[in-house]
């Protein structure tokens, strides 16, 4: 099993961000994607997820409406468009499956990525 994101980086205050995570080794279109987060000192915090069917997607309340998760079972592909970035959204991002369903607990996922680090600077 391979969770592979990438597209991270460093931008300032305002900038975007899309985020790309390239999944083999397991059925994906039977597993929900979801994206979490953690930043220095804290624990890992859900951000969003899409169900595998991709109808159905929730957010974080911080996320505010400025990120879009979204998937393509065909390319075995799930992103992370982020805008309107801020210093609070630096973390290392992971991507991450659960099997059936789309949930922000953690604990309910069963594979995760490397992470990819995002920076925002002020």
């Known amino acids: 099993v391979q969770l592979q994101a990438s597209g991270g980086g460093l931008v300032t205050v305002g900038g975007s961000l899309t985020l790309s995570c390239a999944a083999s080794?397991?059925?994906?279109?039977?597993?929900?994607m979801g994206w979490f987060r953690q930043a220095p000192g804290k624990e890992r915090e859900f951000v969003a997820t899409v169900t595998w069917s991709g109808s159905s997607k929730y957010y974080a309340d911080f996320v505010n409406g400025r990120f879009t998760i979204s998937r393509d079972n065909a390319k075995r592909m799930v992103w992370l468009q982020m805008r309107n970035l801020e210093p609070e959204d630096t973390a290392i991002y992971y991507c991450?499956?659960?099997?059936?369903?789309?949930?922000?607990?953690?604990?309910?996922?069963?594979?995760w990525g490397q992470g990819t680090q995002v920076t925002v600077s002020s």
């Open positions: 991450t499956a659960e099997k059936g369903l789309a949930t922000k607990y953690v604990d309910n996922y069963h594979y």
């Open positions: 080794g397991f059925a994906f279109g039977n597993y929900g």
